[in-house]
């Protein structure tokens, strides 16, 4: 069978800046049909500058974009209809109201009118009893979701969404999501960014991890926690005990503060963890055991490893 040519290719793009600061280095990204694809970095890292750069309002230096199979230099307007753009910055002091301003952007792509359209994306972002509202009267949250709307006006194939939560509280995060969930269902390719790894890795498929211009990796998301990830192993005791036994030293073991734990980093992708035998150790050293919980290493550990590698 043939494999899906990718939405979004993007081959050894550079980006220097005029101000001669290069902010993206030889960049190789391809992005699937329909995946949520999460660019996870810090501040700085290049990942606006990206997403500019693939919608085209920002030049590329050297290298190129493919869009649905458009080159974005050469093809612009084809390129761009099919994609929608939550910026991260957003300009929304505006005095029309919620229904305009959404059906305007529509028809900036060159759309014909569909009220329908407007009013499901509307319902769907929880924002259709504010549709006669002037923006600037919105809160943050909802001028966001706006945003949103304003980029599925034009029935993307594929949406950018720049930080799409700096802001947004916990209960309209969730909707959020189910929003891009839905989105992802009908069959619209997702590219978030995002600082916060709980919401990568609560949401994409898979995750390209940027730093200084550059994509450190590029992995399922599944496969990233599973190469990466730890699992600490805690192991509760009857009693306390002051100090970790010689004889278990070659475990590495971390004393918990109270003295009423042992702490146990294994690999999950060694062929034996070592589990039995350190238990079988632990009751050879007179130490009882009362419970056992294992931990999985979050993202969030495994992104400060890889952005503090040398
Ligand atoms: N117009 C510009 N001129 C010069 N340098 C720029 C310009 N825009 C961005 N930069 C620089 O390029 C680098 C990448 O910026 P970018 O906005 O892409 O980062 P980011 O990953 O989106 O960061 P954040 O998480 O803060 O949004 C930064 O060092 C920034 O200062
Ligand atoms: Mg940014």
Redesign the pocket.
């Given at each position: 069978m043939l494999a899906m040519p990718p939405i979004i290719s993007v081959s050894n793009l550079s980006?220097t800046?005029?101000?001669g600061?290069k902010?993206?280095n030889n960049i190789n990204l391809d992005i699937k049909r329909g995946e949520i694809f999460a660019?996870l970095?810090?501040?700085?890292?290049?990942?606006?500058?990206?997403?500019?750069i693939i919608c085209g309002i920002?030049n590329l230096s050297e290298g190129n974009v493919m869009v649905g199979g458009h080159d974005i230099n050469r093809d612009y307007r084809a390129a761009r209809s099919l994609i929608g753009l939550v910026p991260?910055e957003l300009h929304t002091d505006s005095f029309e109201t919620v229904w305009a301003t959404v059906s305007f952007s529509r028809g900036l792509f060159g759309k014909p009118k569909n009220p329908a359209h407007i009013e499901k994306v509307l319902k769907d972002l929880s924002l259709w009893d504010k549709k006669d509202s002037k923006i600037i009267t919105l809160s943050g949250g909802m001028k966001r979701r706006v945003m949103i709307a304003k980029a599925l006006s034009h029935e993307p194939q594929i949406l950018f969404l720049?930080?799409p939560t700096a802001g947004v509280d916990v209960e309209l995060r969730k909707g959020m999501w189910d929003v891009v969930r839905g989105l992802q269902a009908s069959g619209v390719t997702i590219i978030l960014?995002t600082?916060y790894i709980q919401e990568a890795e609560e949401m994409a498929d898979r995750i390209g991890v940027?730093n200084k211009?550059e994509i450190i990796l590029v992995e399922d998301k599944a496969g990233l926690m599973h190469k990466l990830g730890k699992k600490e192993l805690k192991v509760h005791l009857q009693g306390r005990i002051d100090a970790i036994p010689a004889s278990l030293a070659a475990y590495n073991l971390e004393l918990s503060d109270d003295g009423h734990a042992v702490i146990y980093d294994y690999d999950t992708k060694g062929d034996r963890t070592g589990i039995t035998s350190l238990l079988n150790d632990l009751r050879n050293a007179g130490i009882r055991i009362s419970d056992l919980d294992t931990r999985q290493s979050s993202l969030e550990d495994i992104f400060v490893s890889l952005v503090r590698a040398p």
């Amino acid at each position: 069978m043939l494999a899906m040519p990718p939405i979004i290719s993007v081959s050894n793009l550079s980006k220097t800046y005029g101000s001669g600061f290069k902010a993206l280095n030889n960049i190789n990204l391809d992005i699937k049909r329909g995946e949520i694809f999460a660019l996870l970095g810090p501040n700085g890292a290049g990942k606006t500058t990206l997403i500019s750069i693939i919608c085209g309002i920002a030049n590329l230096s050297e290298g190129n974009v493919m869009v649905g199979g458009h080159d974005i230099n050469r093809d612009y307007r084809a390129a761009r209809s099919l994609i929608g753009l939550v910026p991260q910055e957003l300009h929304t002091d505006s005095f029309e109201t919620v229904w305009a301003t959404v059906s305007f952007s529509r028809g900036l792509f060159g759309k014909p009118k569909n009220p329908a359209h407007i009013e499901k994306v509307l319902k769907d972002l929880s924002l259709w009893d504010k549709k006669d509202s002037k923006i600037i009267t919105l809160s943050g949250g909802m001028k966001r979701r706006v945003m949103i709307a304003k980029a599925l006006s034009h029935e993307p194939q594929i949406l950018f969404l720049d930080e799409p939560t700096a802001g947004v509280d916990v209960e309209l995060r969730k909707g959020m999501w189910d929003v891009v969930r839905g989105l992802q269902a009908s069959g619209v390719t997702i590219i978030l960014t995002t600082h916060y790894i709980q919401e990568a890795e609560e949401m994409a498929d898979r995750i390209g991890v940027i730093n200084k211009g550059e994509i450190i990796l590029v992995e399922d998301k599944a496969g990233l926690m599973h190469k990466l990830g730890k699992k600490e192993l805690k192991v509760h005791l009857q009693g306390r005990i002051d100090a970790i036994p010689a004889s278990l030293a070659a475990y590495n073991l971390e004393l918990s503060d109270d003295g009423h734990a042992v702490i146990y980093d294994y690999d999950t992708k060694g062929d034996r963890t070592g589990i039995t035998s350190l238990l079988n150790d632990l009751r050879n050293a007179g130490i009882r055991i009362s419970d056992l919980d294992t931990r999985q290493s979050s993202l969030e550990d495994i992104f400060v490893s890889l952005v503090r590698a040398p």
